[in-house]
């Protein structure tokens, strides 16, 4: 029976994706022997899949503009930046050998735009440093005596000691990349709490069915507001994707790492921002007035897609086929408050098989956010997405990852080597 004190200079880091790659490497780059245990066959197999194969690696931004883009404790990440900011980031990418560019929106990528060369870079860089990787090494438990960590055991039954261990094994979405919970299991046998986890950063769907009509449509420059208990609870303007289950696109994306716990909202899409209601009248008046005998869905192709343009009245509560010069004052404004307020019930959200992040994980109270460390088992810690921050779409959530990942690796690094003296 495995019965070690865990008093070794060894750390372990379970996962070898975004956060993990980093823990694993700046803790060898901080005199530890590391071992990284990937359950999968390669390493940073969600790294692969972001930013549609391209790797939007990080967002380069300052500290605080960073931190606006996270809506749940972004305090805590104030260390891990500190260590590892987002140029940090493109430095250490640059010594290992992948260089990258700035697009819109600050979003940072690979020069060649492919995501594996991001993987391949942290790879080198662990390899250089002495990094020990094993693949198909999936972890069945961690070991600890007295609150202290002392290894990890494998589900082949082999027991390896350690004299600390990183959890990184990320959330629940993208299962198919290995994201199963197992952290989350780890983290409650271990006495930490975990808040409720739900799929984020993934398409809403919708009461109504009219959106199934628009399917594929994507209509830009709208604003999107969302509303829970009478408050705004999220109001940007983008691009919204219209699907058979209800919208997506970037402004539904973010919508959803807003919503409550208590669900329906309500949402209503301004198609007309850039425009008062007085302002969307007097246009309309005109555009009715020259239109003559024509009919109001032909008309209303001067401000809407001819597919929206043909749904659009009915959502209206008007007749399409009304010749306009018969489009009564009445009508007339129910149209222009359906434009600038059109009304949907967000039911729910797609599954974690489309979910970019999971939402929730393991509550940061009980994590020294100056270490990445437990509170509760010496020698312990976790980072990347299996914690509960996350953040909007535009590279936060990867920066998120390699930043508290490699602030738990020089961590773990320390605590390790001073456990071993």
């Not at 305090?75 to 250490?92: H, I, M, T, V």
């Not at 992948?98 to 060649?112: D, L, M, N």
Request: hydrophobic content about 35%; some cysteine; glycine content about 10%.
């Amino acid at each position: 029976m495995y019965t070690s004190t865990g008093k070794t200079n060894e750390v372990i880091v379970i996962g070898g994706g975004a956060a993990g790659m980093l823990a694993a490497l700046f803790a060898a780059r901080n005199g530890a022997s590391v071992t990284l245990l990937e359950k999968n066959e390669k390493l940073g197999k969600k790294v692969y899949i972001t930013g549609k194969g391209r790797c939007n690696c990080t967002n380069l931004c300052d500290t605080q503009d960073f931190l606006q883009e996270v809506p749940r404790n972004p305090r805590f990440l104030y260390s891990a930046l500190k260590l590892l900011n987002p140029e940090g980031l493109l430095q250490l990418l640059k010594e290992l050998g992948c260089e990258t560019k700035i697009e819109r929106g600050r979003r940072a990528f690979p020069v060649s735009d492919h995501a594996s060369d991001i993987t391949r870079a942290f790879e080198k860089g662990m390899r250089q440093a002495g990094v020990k990787i094993r693949f198909h090494a999936a972890v069945k438990a961690i070991l600890r005596a007295e609150n202290r960590v002392t290894g990890v055991q494998l589900t082949n039954g082999e027991t390896l000691p350690a004299g600390a261990v990183i959890v990184c094994t990320g959330g629940l979405s993208y299962p198919s990349t290995g994201s199963t919970g197992d952290g989350y299991v780890w983290a409650r046998e271990t006495s930490h709490p975990v808040t409720a986890c739900r799929p984020s950063l993934v398409g809403l769907e919708t009461q109504e069915t009219w959106p199934t009509q628009l399917q594929g449509l994507t209509m830009k420059n709208i604003c999107l507001n969302a509303r829970s208990c009478g408050k705004i609870i999220y109001s940007e303007q983008g691009e919204t994707l219209f699907t058979h289950y209800g919208i997506s696109g970037p402004l539904a994306i973010e919508c959803s790492a807003h919503l409550p716990d208590d669900l329906p909202v309500s949402v209503t899409l301004d198609l007309k921002p850039g425009l008062t209601e007085d302002q969307l009248q007097k246009r309309l008046a005109r555009e009715l007035t020259a239109a003559g005998k024509k009919q109001l869905a032909t008309v209303l192709q001067s401000l809407l897609p001819s597919r929206f343009a043909a749904l659009f009245p009915l959502l209206c509560g008007v007749e399409g086929k009304t010749p306009c010069s018969q489009v009564s004052g009445k009508m007339r404004t129910q149209i222009v408050q359906t434009f600038k307020a059109l009304p949907l019930t967000v039911t729910g959200t797609r599954d974690y098989r489309e979910a970019i992040i999971t939402r929730g994980g393991v509550d940061v109270k009980s994590l020294n956010a100056a270490t990445m460390e437990s509170k509760n088992v010496s020698g312990l810690y976790f980072a990347g997405e299996v914690i509960d921050v996350d953040a909007h779409t535009g590279g936060y959530n990867l920066q998120i990852a390699w930043s508290t990942g490699a602030l738990a690796g020089k961590s773990a690094a320390n605590r390790a080597l001073s456990e071993q003296a």
